[in-house]
Each structure stands twice: as C-alpha cells, then as structure tokens.
C-alpha cells in the first residue's frame, strides 16, 4: 500500500468579492505519496503555484485543509508555520534564491540545523555534482545551472519530508535544464524523497510516477505513468 505523506481536501483560495472574485484553487484534492515524484501541470493561472506555496506552508487558504500526519497545517500559526516549513519542506526555485553575499557553501550550510554543518554541506554539494572548486564560489560566479545545484543541495541536506519544486527548469537552458531534471529523478529514485514538481512543459510530465493537471482551478486529470522516461531523454 501507498503511503500517503500529504492529503489535500477540498482546498479552495479565492480572491476579491462578487463579481470580481478570482477562484485560484476552486476544490482540490489528492494525496502526495511517500518516494514518488508527482508533476503538477497546467499553464500559467491555473494555480498550481498557489497550490505549492499553500502545501509548502507560505499561504493559506480560503477553505479546505492540508493534513501532513494527520495535522492540518492551515491551522498553524506563524511560528508553526515557521518550524514547518523549516523542518519538513524543502524548496527548489525557478530563479535559485541564493543569498547573493553567501558562497555556495555557505548558501547550503545556512539550512543545517545542528551540528556538523560544514562536512554535510561539503557532502551534499558533492552529491549534486559541485566540487571543492566551486564551495567557496558566489552566485555571481557560477552559471545558472551550478546555481540550481546549489538550490538542490539546499533543499536536500535539510532531509526535508517533501521537495517542492516550482518551474525548476525555467531559467535554463535545454541542455542544462534536462540535466537538472535527471539529477532530480535520480534524487527520487535513490534516496526515495518525495519530490512536487510545477511545471507547464508537458514534456517534463513524462517523467513522472503520477502526474495531476489543472485548469481553472481545479483537477482536470490525474494518471500513472507505468513507465516513466529517463529525464535525460526529454526535450522541449
């Protein structure tokens, strides 16, 4: 049986009033597994973004509820909002969101808790394919491809129950970004994280274990992928 890590019931987020309401999330619900990579799809406005950042706990919603071991976490207020985001998610951007004055060390160090920090820091950028001779490198000196390593490595050594990744790819070139992909699937299939992915590539979808469309706020399709490809093999 699935082990269901995260459940989303009936999620709603609604902006404005009357006539002018947005309904970014209008009654969502799925669960998220434990070890599978899950695609968000859907084209811009379709509030796959707002249904990240509400999963990840850096907005609430209207209605509905996010249960993370059967504790609903739009009840939490800041300071568990705080712990929740900083024990139990991590977060892969589309433009990185390194500190700009931090060396690429000192960027992953900074989410350690306790002890350790540097050998696991070092560890982990070596996981991700950063070596000595980038640790104590700056934003400003690597390519956008090294700095989502980085923003990886961030995300991992926190040994975070969930990845959320939003548009992952998006600043980056073909190339690179397939190899950002592969690096992430593999981190999936590894290490068994589970990992949220918001793209609008549909390509990007096949690589998936399940992947989730959405459309005006809400669930327009849900399916298995038997057989997931190789992200190395996609293009777009």
Known sequence: MKEAILKIKDLKKYYGKDESQVKALDGISFDIYKGEMLVLLGNSGCGKSTLLNIIGGMDSPTSGQVLFSDTDITHFKDRELTNFRKEKIGFIFQF????PDLTALENVRLSIPGKDKEHKAEKTLELVGLGKDRYNHYPSQMSGGEQQRVSIARALVKEADIILCDEPTGALDDKTGRTILQLLQD??????QTMVIVT???QIAEMADRVITLKNGQIVKERINEHPLNASDIEW
């Open 187 to 192: 981190i999936v299939r590894e290490k068994g």
């Open 200 to 202: 609008h590539t549909t």
């Open 96 to 99: 990185y969101n390194l500190l």
